[in-house]
């Protein structure tokens, strides 16, 4: 079994950014760890396809938590290929699913009430954007401390940045794909963008407990690996 980080590069308020998917390999089955914002998916099966691998082998769609730039291309990763078996935590399968408004949704339309004239524009682009998100089916609902992946992958529950966050502990690798219970900042393990954590004791709490792992690598998906 191996990790590998998928660079995404795009543009954003004119400026370059990128984000980092994790392809997990085990054997011949790939597993993908969050899909992007909308249209990202040639952007992935390019990154996919560049080191190697061919996307009939692509088995499990993993989704840390509901965030557009986490899920947003996990519609179209489904309908160009309905084989693939889509995991996430109970909590959050409720808003990809679209049983349950997401939290997310709700925050920016609260959020909005208290916004400057200069902050409304970006407000209203946000939940657009977040009403545009095409509902999925979640196959396999995961909780702390499930082993799935051939039992060499083990679900952490990692609440605060959304309620039903999940990471990935790996211990035959001593890796853990963090999702956005950790982002990497200069060398360091930090909070995702606190200002947008819906629990930011629970954040904080998570984010101590996978430092607390003692992992020789964190995968984060925003600012990439972190080899310790």
């Known amino acids: 079994m191996k990790i590998v980080e998928l660079p995404i590069e795009f543009e954003f308020n004119g400026q370059k950014n990128y ?14 760890v969050d899909t992007g914002y909308s249209n990202f998916l040639p952007l992935i099966e390019n990154e996919i396809l560049k080191n190697g691998y061919e996307m009939k ?28 078996n889509m995991i996430a935590s109970e909590i959050e399968s409720k808003y990809i699913s679209g049983k349950v ?30 009403k545009k998100l095409k509902h999925v089916s979640i196959d396999e609902m995961v909780h702390d401390g499930d082993l799935i992946l051939d039992n060499k992958c083990r679900v952490v529950a990692t609440p605060g940045h959304t309620s039903g966050h999940i990471s990935l502990y790996f211990p035959c690798l001593k890796s853990i794909i963090t999702g956005d219970a950790a982002v990497h900042e200069n060398d360091e393990l930090v909070i995702a ?17 996978i430092k607390n792992m003692k992992a020789d690598t964190y995968y984060c998906y925003h600012g990439g690996k972190l080899t310790l």
């Open 193 to 209: 963008n606190p200002h947008f954590c819906l629990d930011s004791e629970s954040a904080e709490h998570s984010l101590n407990k």
């Open 19 to 32: 984000i980092y998917p994790s392809l997990i390999i085990s054997g011949n089955e790939l597993t993908l």
């Open 57 to 84: 082998y692509l088995k499990n769609i993993i989704i840390t938590h509901y965030d557009d730039d986490h899920i947003g291309s996990l519609y179209d990763f489904k309908e160009k290929y309905p084989w693939i």
């Open 101 to 130: 408004k997401s939290e997310r949704l709700v925050q920016a339309e609260e959020m909005l009430v208290n916004m400057s004239s200069d902050e409304i524009k970006f407000g209203n682009w946000f939940i657009q954007q977040l």
